[in-house]
């Protein structure tokens, strides 16, 4: 059988782990029965809400930034992104002393803008239903020269997400079940690495909302599908189109792509926050809310759960939760 | 020098601690560094809003009820409380095989009445404007013979509930203020000798809001201050004197009582949730909003934050934080 070569693997994950020891936490597992009960499984909830910037994205952020020539530094670099993503460069670019530009969707929600520019990094807004973020960011580019980090489709990117899997799977080593979040696929790609490498036999799923199932419709068709902008609680998954590494790679390794409603994305939120007393953000909480409504054979099982963000507004969440 | 005698010493905390030792949480300490930013500080917040029942409440419960006799856990327990006491006693009784009464008032979070019932308990209603709820307790206890379980004036509940600042100040041995939030005071009784004795020269802060100030009456006037029951967002926090053993040990070991306004446990609550990720009760957030709004003197120190609860019904978080 031949050997197929994919954008990453454990060992990129495990030196994007060493790049990370000290600077990214290293987030607790938590344990809810409430949740067990509901799931009927055992879960454990790997709390990416608990990193900094409130999100999983500074893990790959910091991987591709540690990663730069001292020439690439002194240029800066420059990120598109609707909210974690733009977070989790702006921080690691300061605590590595380097310029950072983040173009941003004039509806982020507001406290994503806030906490980018709080880390020192300069925002530029564009209008996401009438221009194309990639043609923004090139036209900044130009201008200073600045690196381009992408979202997800970027083997540093991919590793980096994946020390969330490494650290669940080595805390927990016998888990049978992992359910991802999936906008782009950097977490989900990366976590897969890690999990089918330390857990070989272990089912992972990718999950996102009916609303944009540009994964789903994509792993049916077994080619990278390509929808409109999706209207969904889920923010941080309004990617409209798997991404061009990350895709064959969860194809080949993952178990599948799962869906979620919006109503229950909304239960597994208010369920984490009353019963777990822990905030996920709209997509951080789609993983939670496959568990509790049974996307895949769970039963009595082992199964890990990435809670990747809990980046919410808190008027948004007052409405989400009432 | 007099040796003076108090309700619970050092060495009862550590007892207790050994009884709940692989059966309540060992909570996680938790840093955000966006509070400790806002309190000029170093905040090291005891999470146990992350205890089982979602509230500190279980250790004493358990504590107690660990050290029934065989012939009184055959008579079972009654507990007057206004939530998560009834909690606590709720599940330490399930766990221990022992039928437990729980007398509430009618106005209850409807969560805390559920929950309570979700454990096993059966539950006594009560109008506490109306009538004494010792009156309602003794009634029933007349009826079954149970073992009346006190909220906080109880040496066995005082050491259990110390030994949330036991693990606190074992795991950041250095604090130099401790705030803790003050209803009945077996928290702060119990935090207060733990902390004092592992770290001598630390100073411990009782806090409440300023509707419901018998602590701080109480202080000032070196006795026992009765008020009329406190209408405040705080609802564990609507005790109206200090408890009888309590008091004594506070004021004589502790260094204060602080207060805070209803919307400065409010601000408390959101920054927390919205920064840290994690849901406090009212109550339980009085302890941050004491240093967020520096009521004592703790600029550039190590300050420890016991995050008492975080039993809040949705409905409610909704409006507190809209």
């Known amino acids: 059988m031949a050997q197929v070569q994919y954008a990453i693997g454990i060992d990129d994950v495990r030196a994007a782990a060493q790049r990370l020891a000290g600077v990214a936490h290293h987030t607790p597992v938590a344990r809810v029965h409430a949740l067990d009960e ?12 608990l990193q900094r910037v409130g999100a999983f994205k500074f893990r790959g952020a910091y991987n591709a930034l540690a990663q730069l020539s001292d020439e690439e530094r002194a240029r800066g670099v420059l990120a598109f992104s609707s909210g974690n993503h733009a977070q989790g460069v702006a921080l690691a670019a300061r605590l590595l002393g380097i310029a950072a530009t983040i173009v941003m969707p004039t509806d982020a929600p507001a406290s994503k803008l806030a906490a980018t520019r709080g880390y020192g990094a300069k925002v530029v807004l564009y209008d996401r239903y009438e221009v194309n973020r990639e043609d923004v960011a090139r036209k900044v580019q130009g201008e200073t020269g600045a690196t381009l980090i992408p979202p997800y489709d970027d083997p540093r990117i991919m590793a980096g997400q994946g020390t969330a899997a490494l650290e669940l799977l080595e805390e927990v080593p016998d888990l049978d079940v992992l359910f991802v979040p999936v906008g782009g696929g950097g977490l989900l790609s990366g976590c897969t690495v890690a999990a089918t490498a330390l857990r070989p036999g272990i089912r992972v799923y990718g999950v996102e909302t009916e609303a944009g199932n540009d994964w789903w419709q994509s792993w049916q068709r077994n080619e990278r599908v390509e929808i409109g902008v999706p209207k ?11 991404g061009r590494l990350t895709f064959p790679l969860v194809r080949a390794l993952a178990a599948g792509i799962v869906l979620v409603s919006e109503d229950e994305v909304r239960q597994a939120m208010r369920l984490l926050l009353e019963r777990g007393k822990l ?3 709209p997509s951080g909480a789609t993983s939670l809310a496959a568990a509790l409504f049974r996307k895949a054979e769970i039963a009595g099982k082992k199964v890990g759960i990435v ?11 007052a409405t989400l939760i009432a």
Request: some cysteine; overall charge negative.
């Open 232 to 242: 969904t609680i889920a923010d941080g998954m309004q990617t409209t189109s798997p």
């Open 307 to 317: 809670i990747s963000g809990g980046n919410v507004d808190m008027e948004r969440l």
């Open 279 to 281: 905030l996920a953000e």
């Open 38 to 49: 509901r799931a009927g499984a055992q879960l454990f909830l790997k709390c990416e809400n």
